[in-house]
């Protein structure tokens, strides 16, 4: 009866371990949601986080990559871990559009955003695009795409829901933007903006002195990842 006991315990634990497992991403999401996140902002080069990526996230898909990356892209200056999740968040989308397999299109280049981009200071940003051809986005839903918990799974459709919506809050909250264009003929283009920090801000005061807080700033911008 012991013994019994000892054993239904144990599995027991081991259960509420895995569930509790599986509950950490969307934990982590939902704190990044709330709260925007803590960021640890810094200048770095984004395409080996976007390299890393499309390699990580062809496992088991029939997913075929097309990526352009020149090599003069300007460091962004970002959160290198949230920057990572929120691509991902998108290329997952991409991916779940497609549950036969198709091609995604990983590029990016150095943009100058003028007057033109009212939702955008002007200066200088990297501009990602990831593009996909699998089921389109209605011109209804477009409006509620970034919406937290809005999904079009229920029709077959791509996932949205929370995953955009993080995505959207970590741009916002790195003065970025995305955009998104979908048609059945062109398929579906993430547009991701991201700003290049201006040279003067990267000067260091001759009396700051290294901290704990400081050290994590001055963190490898890839170690982020």
Known sequence: SNMITSLFQHERIRTTVAKAKEARPLAEKLITFAKGGFTVREIGPIDGILRELADSMDKGEDIHWRISLPPDLWPVYGDGRQLRQAFKNIIENSIEAMPEGGHIELSAENVVVGPYMP??????????????????IDAEDMPRIFDPYFTTK???????????????????????????????????????????????????????????????RNRPFYSNV
Not at 119 to 136: A, C, F, N, P, T
């Open 119 to 136: 939702s955008l200071s002007q200066g200088d940003y990297v501009k990602v695009s990831i593009k996909d051809r699998g089921s389109e």
């Open 154 to 216: 229920r029709d077959g459709g791509r996932g949205a829901g929370l995953g955009l919506a993080v995505s959207y809050s970590i741009l916002k909250n790195h003065d970025g933007l995305i955009t998104v264009e979908s048609s059945k003929q062109s398929g579906t283009t993430f547009d991701i903006y991201i700003p290049v920090k201006p040279p003067d801000v990267s000067a260091a005061s001759p009396e700051d002195e290294e901290t704990p807080e400081t050290r994590e």
